[in-house]
């Protein structure tokens, strides 16, 4: 691979390679290797918590702790789940759609064709999607 240091291009890399997305690059190396699938999976359900649980501490003015208080775990789990850094277990995805009033929608499909199914989001809804997983976190009132 040459590497142009005059424009910090690297040059030889085929045109279609370049201009492929993302989503798509990722799907195909999910589909030959089920560690990684496992891990996408994850992150995209962690995600759309993460997102969804700072969103509403934000709009609401609360600190992590206060947040904490309200779904009664302390401020370091907050600021994990804020981080995507672990999935949440079923257990704490209830207390948060109970405590901040949020629906979880989780619909798993089969792989018929590999490709990710188009996220069909509500008003104020957090989508994240994979092959075979479409998430979407919203306000349920």
Wanted: aromatic content about 2%.
């Amino acid at each position: 691979m040459a590497f142009d240091t005059s424009s910090d291009i690297i040059t030889d890399v085929p045109t279609a390679a370049r201009t492929r997305p993302w989503r798509e690059v990722e799907d195909e190396a999910v589909d030959r290797d089920p560690a990684l699938r496992e891990i996408v999976y994850a992150r995209a359900l962690a995600s759309a918590i993460a997102r969804a649980v700072l969103l509403h501490r934000t709009r609401h003015g609360l600190t992590q702790a206060a947040l904490g208080r309200t779904l009664g775990m302390p401020q370091p789990h907050v600021a994990r789940l804020e981080l995507g850094e672990h999935v949440p277990s079923l257990d704490t995805l209830l207390r948060i759609a109970d405590a901040l009033g949020l629906a979880i929608d989780i619909s798993v499909r089969p792989r018929a064709d590999g490709r990710r199914p188009a996220p069909r989001a509500r008003r104020g809804a957090i989508v994240e999607t994979t092959d075979q997983l479409v998430i979407e976190v919203r306000p349920a009132r």
